[in-house]
């Protein structure tokens, strides 16, 4: 049975919709974006991704931002600086590495100018300022395992999360964000894992000054006492 001439047009241009210069990759296996915002709003990021397997040539990364200040690629364990440039396609805006290993890690560090508007973000009541981080993957291939790293602004704590993607598995399970300080800031953590084409994690959350609010303390100590009382049978043996 013969095949129309025009299908076979339409599939060979299917074919080439997607940014297909260079070889696309195998399979990422993780991603650590790591957005640390500065007190003007910006933001000093750091994104990490690696792949298992994939041909010879140049390749195009998933990129989030449409701007990127003091845009610096590094590969592999030795920090490599190889070269690299933001690429339109389609009205979609990726990282092109000009020389990537068939297995590695590629680190891109750059200044986002505008990533947090405060105005936008607050004060609200108590001063809190409230904002949502996003990260996507316009990539056809999926990402087995991503991390989202938000480090507050200086001299800001958290003071609580809103909604997130992916959501909690139920009431009861442990949600897919958690906090932690380090070297005296607050950073932020959000997991996902089998990140597809379109597909994002993203999570809302809330800040203060540092020294605000004296109840933010107390909240957190009776939250993590309520959770021993209520989760108590899952840490003691009997």
Request: hydrophobic content about 45%; glycine content about 8%; aromatic content about 10%.
């Amino acid at each position: 049975m013969r095949v129309p001439l025009k299908i076979i047009l339409l599939m060979a241009a299917l074919s080439c919709a997607w940014p297909c210069a260079g070889a696309a990759p195998v399979g990422f296996t993780s991603a650590h974006e790591t957005v640390a915002i500065q007190a003007d709003g910006s933001a000093r990021v750091r994104s990490e991704l690696s792949w298992k397997e994939r041909d010879s040539g140049s390749l195009l990364l998933p990129f989030n931002y449409t701007a990127a200040e003091n845009l610096r690629v590094t590969q592999g364990e030795k920090g490599a600086v190889v070269a690299a440039r933001l690429e339109q396609v389609e009205g979609m805006t990726y990282l092109r590495v000009a020389a990537a290993r068939r297995a590695a890690t590629v680190a891109a560090e750059f200044i986002v100018p505008r990533y947090l508007d405060w105005n936008k973000a607050g004060p609200g009541e108590y001063g809190y300022y409230r904002w949502k981080s996003v990260y996507r993957n316009n990539m056809r291939r999926p990402i087995d395992s991503v991390t989202l790293e938000i480090v507050l602004p200086p001299g800001f704590i958290a003071a609580g999360f809103g909604r997130s993607v992916p959501s909690p598995a139920a009431e009861e399970a442990l949600p897919p964000y958690w906090v932690k300080n380090v070297d005296g800031a607050s950073h932020l953590f959000m997991k996902a894992g089998d990140l597809a084409l379109g597909r994002a994690c993203s999570l809302e959350y809330s800040f203060v000054r540092r020294g605000r609010s004296p109840w933010l303390p107390l909240a957190a100590a009776l939250a993590a006492l309520l959770w021993l009382f209520f989760c108590r049978d899952l840490i003691f043996i009997k």
